[in-house]
């Protein structure tokens, strides 16, 4: 079973009464390895958050290259990367919120602008345009997060400078 299909199952008349468990979408922007490297961060730091809080919570950490056995997880990062676009659309349909994770180079900004505009049609049709965010991980000569909000279009949440920002957004993420 993959990924996909662990998610995929869950159609919006059974989801109402499927347990709660949150999905939070990512799409790495970018030909860099910083933002894929963001969302590693992200999800371990999730796990360790949980772990240290004594909360029986998992996260797993699902892409669509690999065909991982399909656990039981309360906390679900789905990394959209090589998702083709049924799969993403399936995945962006049952996530509490996705984010265009990009480092702020300019060649990343220009593939989170398009990334962003594809994702803001897909959730205006799921009439969820506020669902979408920018993660920023910023690099020697990128923009700022006022020009990185402007040319996206999304509104930047978060700026992931360290492992101690990646660390807030984890307990953020985790805490709802």
Do not use: K
Request: glycine content about 6%; proline content about 3%; hydrophobic content about 45%.
């Amino acid at each position: 079973m993959t990924a996909l299909q662990s998610i995929s199952t869950i159609d919006r008349t059974v989801r109402a009464e499927a347990p709660t468990a949150s999905i939070y979408s990512f799409v790495p922007a970018g030909g860099s390895d910083h933002a894929r490297n963001a969302v590693r961060q992200l999800s371990e730091a999730m796990r360790a958050e949980l772990a240290a809080e004594g909360d029986g919570r998992t996260v797993l950490l699902a892409d669509f290259l690999d065909s991982q056995t399909a656990q039981l997880s309360s906390i679900t990062c789905v990394n959209l990367e090589d998702a083709d676009p049924a799969q993403a659309r399936a995945a962006i349909g049952v996530s509490e919120a996705v984010f265009v994770v990009s480092a702020t180079d300019t060649a990343s900004i220009e593939d989170a602008r398009a990334q962003a505009a594809w994702l803001q049609y897909v959730l205006r049709s799921l009439r969820r345009e506020e669902a979408c965010g920018l993660l920023l991980v910023p690099v020697s000569g990128g923009v700022t997060a006022a020009e990185a909000e402007e040319s996206v279009g999304l509104p930047v949440c978060g700026v992931l400078r360290t492992a101690s920002h990646i660390a807030q957004l984890a307990r953020w993420i985790a805490q709802e």
